[in-house]
DNA sequence: GAGCGCCGAATGGTCGGACCACTCTGTCGT
DNA sequence: ACGACAGAGTGGTCCGACCATTCGGCGCTC
């Protein structure tokens, strides 16, 4: 904590926040470890048991606090994708030049991190990466036969809800889940999380119905089996160029798309300021 | 009151923020704009205005939204600067391990920003980068050139200019600015604004400190002149190159650091597990 | 008529209390 | 010994009141 102002009038909750921060800094309460009841902080702190939600409230958007109705509020494990959930925000409200902006970003990571993969990817990671390939293609294809019914929701590992939509978006789904088990398997936690607050699913779907009228999915395909086999080849080089020239077509479709569609069908606000 | 029996029990708080994140996707809000008071937004929205406040103060601290005391609530101009605000929280934060994650992906990213900020930069932007390359050496030079040995200035402090943190944090405050004026210089403010999140005034801090003790600033500076002559000069790969030596010289004095002062004087938690 | 200062309405910030929904635990009944 | 149940504890929601700040307009002064 730098200083106390002495004269200045900060909030009551931006306070308590602070103070909350500064217990959790402090070691005062650890990863994982239940903080005292709303109404003991309130009480603790001198606030309001209103301004003490509040806070609680913005530590737990922030991802450092965990609320649980009925058992109490939770310091979280504080691993990077526990803070980098709020980056998602990012990816799902922009548009236009900032999508572009998020691209050019990932154009940066991607092959980095998937040069990284093909060199620590274990047989398990492989294994993973091979099935959300193989699952891609399938549902890519028979996206036109309907959404099957009950089918599995359950993947086994999937906390994220499930958008109830058809092929599209499994296929979005897919492809999300394709490059984010790659950065996975980097072996870097917050490669990860970064990896996933810059990709959207929206913005995902978006891309594969762009492509599927355009006629270019079977270009992200090649581009997808490029990098699949990269890494099973442990070619870390090979993996850098296929992730780059992935992105890269991702990116021109979007400049293309953000050109035509310039206040036509595509929902792009236009800033206009 | 009518429930909506259909099954799903979201919570009141979280349902109003999607509300109104939906009013801003929507259209129905542009950025900048200012939307309807709490009290009417309790009543538009069915929900009570302590929850209507805890949903905007969750929006709030994303920094979708700002409230302004008397005057009423805005929608932010919605910049990438503006949404990552939130990402500083993971530099604050983390330790150890996830520290050398943050650097990992640093050194991910520096050098693909640096090269392009060599391509990019026009003259008042490396007009800037030179300023604050100069002010670094200026503020740092006189602690080296003092005592190269172990004979460590601890004992009498002398009184040093105005300065109320000392130079270390002077510098680090450069070589932040550095780095930062360097990536705004390539014009993406996504990335601008992740390379912010990504850095942290105490990092640094603790990074130029123990530089000093192991006397190694030079170095740093050197890196720093040739990463600034690179971007002068236009060179992109020369700039790619020294920015990537530059974090993978931080990056191992960390991993040294941490190996070292491994439960010892650095205040790192031990999860235990 | 122009400029300035003050007041009050509008609005976010804080407070205290009440009740509901959920979780956990210890006890009771079988 | 095991399971169902009841109670206490805790977060979630709602209500109504009051405080602090902002901003616009009214009236005063010059």
Redesign the pocket.
């Given at each position: 904590m730098p200083h106390d102002p002495g004269g200045e009038?900060t909030?009551?909750?931006?306070r308590a926040v602070e103070r909350i921060k500064a217990m959790i800094a402090g070691g005062e309460v650890g990863p994982g470890e239940r903080l005292p009841?709303?109404?003991d902080l309130a009480v603790q702190l001198g606030?309001?048991?209103?301004?003490m939600?509040?806070a609680i409230r913005a530590l737990t958007t922030l991802g450092v606090l965990e609320?649980?109705?009925?058992?109490?509020?939770y310091v979280t494990a504080l691993r990077p994708a526990d803070l980098l959930e709020t980056f998602s925000v990012l990816a799902e409200v922009s548009q236009g030049q900032t999508l572009l902006e998020v691209l050019q970003v990932r154009r940066m990571l991607e092959p980095a991190a998937t040069a990284l993969a093909a060199a620590r990817a274990d047989a398990r990671d492989l294994e993973r990466i091979g099935a959300l390939l193989e699952r891609m293609d399938g549902s890519d294809a028979m996206d036109c036969a309907g959404a099957p019914g009950g089918a599995a929701p359950e993947g086994g590992t999937r906390p994220r809800r499930e958008s109830p939509d058809g092929g599209v978006l499994d296929t979005a789904g897919a492809d999300l889940g394709f490059h984010q088990a790659i950065v996975a398997s980097t072996g870097n936690a917050t490669l990860a999380a970064i990896g996933e607050g810059l990709s959207s699913r929206t913005f995902n779907a978006r891309v594969w119905a762009g492509h599927r009228e355009a006629g270019l999915s079977a270009a992200l395909h090649e581009d997808h089996e490029r990098i699949h086999e990269a890494l099973v080849a442990r070619d870390p080089d090979a993996a850098r160029a296929a992730a780059t020239v992935h992105v890269l077509r991702v990116e021109r479709w979007l400049r293309a798309d953000l050109a035509q569609g310039d206040g036509a069908g595509t929902r792009t606000r236009a800033p206009g300021r």
């Open positions: 009038r909030p009551v909750t931006q009841t709303e109404r606030v309001s048991r209103s301004s939600r509040e609320a649980r109705h009925g058992a109490g509020v």
